[in-house]
């Protein structure tokens, strides 16, 4: 039992009463109304007791003796009544127990939770664009219309022929197709070029003269072209509506332009050389282009690029980061479709 009173008390309910001085004792009262929710724990008929839940923190005074304070004691509860006077005041009668003698109570720390990682994410924003393509492939990618890498594999250029993922179709290049997909390249190629040069967002200044550019090596192909006497098509609406899109992104988000930017790029060196080596065999007469052509190594131009878009990458939000990923399957679908016409 606490020898001092407790000072300072008001019939509150559910009001914190500090104490005082130190010797007080700390009361945390929760009190029922008659009526209330604790109406149906009522004990018997009679006398109008409810229960009454008191939090109650003791505290020695501090002897002059001391040369240190010991830590709080830790709370004790205990569950004591309060009747119910006819006028309705509220009699309350509290009772407490001491803490143990220099005892403190555990520290309970509140667990941390850490949300799942996503594929790839701890090596960086491409390598989490890797996983999207790979899932993407994985589905299916004729739900989605997409002509991913899978599409432009080594082995179907071995047999002279090229295979639309899943659905094993063989594709007949036409010289007419060609040149359509030759010049809707090279206004996308252009739009990706110009946006990073002249664009005043810091984002894009990253990728400027990366050695993959590809617009002037499409132009002198096309002069190519024209010189043999070949009439050189305009942009089809695949194409425009693609660059269309891609100013729309440059304008309102980075991360969604970059993913664009770094799957065309990717997508060209790699399963674009494919499509080029069967062309050139099936159409040029073993002709090579500057457009599968570069003046380095093109693998470790597209490593330089990668690394400077993790790099990048590190300072996006998790936001920014997921509107880049859902990217990839437009960027997948847009290509895709725009392949399609060397066999229309």
């Given at each position: 039992?606490?020898?001092?009173?407790?000072?300072?008390?008001?019939?509150?309910v559910?009001e914190?009463?500090?104490?005082r001085?130190?010797?007080?004792?700390?009361?945390?009262?929760?009190?029922?109304?008659?009526?209330?929710?604790?109406?149906?724990?009522?004990?018997?008929g009679?006398?109008?007791?409810?229960?009454?839940?008191?939090?109650?923190?003791?505290?020695?005074?501090?002897?002059?003796?001391?040369?240190?304070?010991?830590?709080?004691?830790?709370?004790?509860?205990?569950?004591?009544t309060?009747?119910?006077?006819?006028?309705?005041?509220?009699v309350?009668?509290?009772?407490?127990a001491?803490?143990?003698?220099?005892s403190?109570?555990?520290?309970?720390?509140?667990?941390?939770?850490?949300?799942?990682?996503?594929?790839?994410?701890?090596?960086?924003i491409?390598?989490?664009?890797?996983?999207?393509?790979?899932?993407?492939r994985?589905?299916?990618?004729?739900?989605?219309?997409?002509?991913?890498?899978?599409?432009w594999?080594?082995?179907?250029a071995?047999?002279g022929?090229?295979?639309t993922?899943?659905e094993?179709?063989?594709?007949?290049?036409?010289?007419?197709?060609?040149?359509k997909?030759?010049?809707?390249?090279k206004?996308?190629?252009?739009?990706?070029?110009?946006?990073?040069?002249?664009?005043?967002?810091?984002?894009?200044?990253?990728?400027?003269?990366?050695?993959?550019e590809?617009?002037?090596?499409?132009?002198?192909?096309?002069?190519?072209?024209s010189?043999?006497g070949?009439?050189?098509?305009?942009?089809?609406?695949?194409?425009?509506?693609?660059?269309?899109?891609?100013?729309?992104?440059?304008?309102?988000?980075?991360?969604?332009?970059?993913?664009?930017?770094?799957?065309?790029?990717f997508?060209?060196?790699?399963?674009?050389?494919?499509?080029g080596?069967q062309?050139?065999?099936?159409?040029?007469?073993?002709?090579?282009?500057?457009?599968?052509?570069w003046?380095?190594?093109?693998?470790?131009?597209l490593?330089?690029t990668r690394?400077?878009?993790?790099?990048?990458?590190?300072?996006?939000?998790?936001d920014?980061k997921?509107?880049?990923?859902?990217?990839?399957?437009?960027?997948?679908?847009?290509?895709?479709?725009?392949?399609?016409?060397?066999?229309?």
């Open positions: 039992m606490f020898s001092s009173p407790v000072r300072s008390f008001a019939p509150v559910g914190a009463f500090p104490p001085n130190r010797g007080d004792a700390h009361l945390v009262l929760r009190l029922s109304r008659p009526g209330g929710a604790f109406a149906a724990r009522r004990r018997g009679g006398g109008g007791y409810y229960p009454l839940f008191c939090l109650c923190t003791s505290y020695s005074s501090p002897s002059s003796s001391s040369s240190s304070s010991l830590p709080p004691p830790p709370p004790h509860f205990t569950t004591t309060a009747p119910v006077t006819p006028s309705g005041a509220t309350v009668t509290t009772t407490t001491s803490a143990p003698a220099g403190a109570g555990p520290v309970v720390k509140k667990r941390k939770r850490y949300r799942k990682a996503y594929p790839g994410e701890s090596k960086g491409v390598e989490e664009m890797r996983f999207v393509a790979m899932r993407l994985n589905d299916g990618s004729k739900g989605l219309g997409v002509d991913n890498e899978g599409a594999e080594d082995s179907g071995d047999t022929e090229m295979s993922a899943g094993g179709e063989t594709w007949k290049p036409s010289m007419e197709g060609f040149l997909y030759l010049v809707d390249s206004l996308i190629f252009e739009t990706l070029e110009r946006t990073v040069d002249r664009s005043d967002d810091v984002a894009y200044a990253f990728f400027r003269k990366t050695g993959l590809r617009s002037n090596c499409l132009s002198n192909d096309l002069d190519w072209f010189g043999q070949i009439v050189i098509p305009t942009p089809t609406s695949l194409g425009t509506t693609y660059a269309a899109y891609l100013n729309e992104l440059a304008e309102s988000s980075a991360p969604s332009f970059l993913c664009h930017f770094y799957n065309i790029y997508a060209h060196a790699t399963g674009g050389l494919a499509i080596k062309v050139s065999e099936k159409l040029l007469e073993d002709q090579d282009l500057e457009f599968y052509k003046e380095e190594d093109v693998f470790e131009l490593q330089g690394e400077k878009l993790n790099k990048l990458g590190e300072h996006w939000s998790r920014e997921n509107r880049c990923l859902r990217e990839a399957a437009k960027c997948f679908r847009f290509l895709g479709q725009i392949v399609r016409l060397i066999i229309l």
